[in-house]
């Protein structure tokens, strides 16, 4: 059971470049979020699914793109990447709401030069 | 604007002492609270959770207070040990009970 996986771990962008970070989860959860994490700024709800082919917009979803295909897969996009998504970059899932806990990978770092 | 808020960026305290983190919300519709904890490198775990009708939750060393009148909650430590030297966020439950609201976190240094 590896609970919440996210690949890559790292990436370095140049800026316009494209790229897709896939979150993964074996816990058969209906719930997946993507956030972004910045320093002083906490985590910041990007998108979310509440299931499979549902996606919703969080706080700051603008420049990124999501996809729930299958259920235990989540996947964030950005099309033409820029330097202020330079960030650490989680996804998190949980089995029901209300969500009174979520499960959470081990982030991407993400650089965009 | 920030719904949910942590005022102290950074804590430092002596092992064996208390530590209290402190978190405030502006929103009244929040009516269940958690705290995670995170190390470098790795994605924040649970930690421990309030609901709205409670004023007080413990777990082990850990106790979580709510005040909903001051919009505020706050995380006790009690002993503190270096092992919680992490990252602390709190976070709050939105009214349809399928997002959270994160704090911009609170660096918790313990030292030996």
């Known amino acids: 059971n590896a609970g919440v996986t996210q690949t890559p771990k790292f990436r370095v962008l140049k800026t316009g470049q494209s790229m897709t970070l896939l979150c993964a989860q074996d816990m058969n959860h209906e719930y997946m979020y993507w956030y972004r994490q910045d320093p002083g700024m906490g985590l910041r709800l990007i998108h979310y699914s509440v299931g499979e082919g549902t996606t919703a917009k969080g706080e700051v979803p603008d420049g990124y793109n999501v996809s729930r295909l299958k259920k235990q897969n989540f996947l964030l996009g950005l099309e033409s990447a820029a330097p202020s998504q330079t960030s650490v970059y989680f996804c998190a899932s949980t089995i029901q709401v209300p969500v009174h806990e979520q499960f959470f990978g081990p982030g991407t770092r993400l650089t965009v030069l | 604007d920030q719904q949910v808020k942590q005022n102290s960026p950074s804590l430092s305290v002596q092992e064996g002492r208390i530590s209290i983190l402190n978190c405030d919300y502006t929103n009244s519709m929040f009516d269940y609270f958690l705290w995670y904890k995170k190390y470098p490198a790795e994605g924040p775990t649970f930690l421990i959770s309030?609901?709205?009708?409670?004023d007080k939750n413990e777990d082990g060393r850990f106790t979580v207070f709510l005040n909903k009148s001051a919009k505020h909650l706050s995380l006790h430590i009690v002993p503190s040990q270096p092992g919680d030297s992490a990252v602390y966020f709190c976070?709050?439950?939105?009214?349809?009970?399928?997002?959270?609201?994160f704090g911009g976190g609170t660096r918790l240094m313990v030292k030996p």
């Open positions: 309030i609901s709205s009708i409670k």
């Open positions: 976070a709050a439950m939105n009214n349809a009970g399928n997002m959270l609201t």
